[in-house]
């Protein structure tokens, strides 16, 4: 009785095109062969992934051109699975924009998982976010959740929470931005009542701390068309918590694929 239900959630779960909005790849501690392997379990069809740029370090030129490199060699061993985002430190303006165009020519179709070796509201990332508002194609930025007066130890000084992104937003209205892993830690409840009214913030839904309500708190604030199926490694979790949240069929098909694609096709990258 226990496998029969097993086997039909998990028929449910397949049921479901899904784009996995904010993922990773290294060489080390998110490798290639596990990212598939789970997607192949849970029916994940297209990873956006990254080789970000670690918290705590310089983040000098070569090291985000090896990584984008690293992400551009995964997307050509896997076109059908893995596309990839920039990564780069805006205190090197100039290498950042030349990294940008080897890298959307390489066919990477947006920026991120941008750390917080500059918060996403400094002046630094002007340029930066005026290049992808261009090019059409949203910004994948690191969150500590949280108020701006209760930061983790974790992260560094400069990290952007969910105030920041609510000006940068106001700032460029015309730009996409995607904050990062709601379920990262921290007070998302706050995140999410934050970004209320912010129609150019996408949030997605990825990380291992995901409380029974998360999502179906996020949709009371955020709403169905701004949410982001991502599992950030934490797959199972990922995909479980979208069906434990109250959601519709047709609220699962926008989250867990649509609302991505929809993002895609603005650039003329969209999956189908």
């Known amino acids: 009785n226990a496998e029969?239900?097993?086997e039909d959630l998990?028929?449910?779960?397949?049921?479901?095109?899904?784009?996995?909005?904010?993922?990773?790849?290294?060489?080390?501690?998110?490798?290639?062969?596990?990212?598939?392997?789970?997607?192949?379990?849970?029916?994940?069809?297209k990873l956006m992934i990254s080789?970000?740029?670690?918290?705590?370090?310089?983040?000098a030129p070569d090291d985000f051109r090896a990584r984008n490199s690293f992400a551009i060699k995964c997307m050509k061993?896997?076109?059908?699975?893995?596309?990839?985002?920039?990564?780069?430190?805006?205190?090197y303006q100039k290498e950042s924009l030349e990294e940008i165009k080897r890298c959307i020519?390489?066919?990477?179709?947006?920026?991120?998982?941008?750390?917080?070796?500059?918060?996403?509201?400094?002046?630094?990332?002007?340029?930066?976010?005026?290049?992808?508002?261009?090019?059409?194609?949203?910004?994948?930025?690191?969150?500590?959740?949280?108020h701006t007066e209760v930061k983790s130890f974790r992260e560094p000084?400069?990290?952007?929470?969910?105030?920041?992104?609510?000006?940068?937003?106001?700032?460029?209205?015309?730009?996409?931005?995607?904050?990062?892993?709601?379920?990262?830690g921290g007070d998302w409840e706050y995140a999410c009542k934050t970004l209320k009214d912010s129609p150019n913030v996408y949030v997605d839904v990825s990380g291992s701390n995901n409380e029974g309500n998360m999502i179906d708190f996020a949709m009371?604030?955020?709403g169905e068309d701004r949410l982001l199926f991502a599992c950030d490694y934490s797959f199972y979790q990922g995909v479980g918590h979208m069906f434990s949240a109250k959601l519709t069929d047709a609220q699962r098909r926008k989250i867990f694929f649509e609302n991505y694609n929809n993002i895609l096709r603005r650039s003329g990258n969209n999956v189908d």
């Open 4 to 6: 029969s239900k097993d």
């Open 10 to 45: 998990m028929k449910e779960v397949m049921k479901y095109r899904k784009i996995d909005a904010h993922a990773h790849v290294d060489e080390s501690n998110y490798k290639v062969e596990v990212n598939l392997d789970f997607a192949d379990r849970l029916g994940i069809e």
């Open 51 to 59: 080789d970000f740029l670690r918290p705590f370090t310089e983040g």
């Open 77 to 91: 061993q896997h076109p059908d699975r893995f596309t990839g985002t920039v990564v780069l430190n805006p205190r």
């Open 105 to 146: 020519d390489a066919g990477m179709v947006g920026a991120g998982e941008l750390y917080n070796q500059v918060n996403i509201n400094d002046p630094l990332y002007y340029p930066i976010i005026e290049r992808f508002i261009d090019l059409k194609m949203i910004i994948l930025m690191h969150s500590g959740i949280g």
């Open 157 to 184: 000084e400069n990290v952007s929470v969910p105030q920041d992104f609510v000006e940068i937003a106001k700032r460029y209205p015309e730009a996409m931005f995607q904050f990062a892993h709601i379920g990262g």
């Open 220 to 222: 009371k604030y955020i």
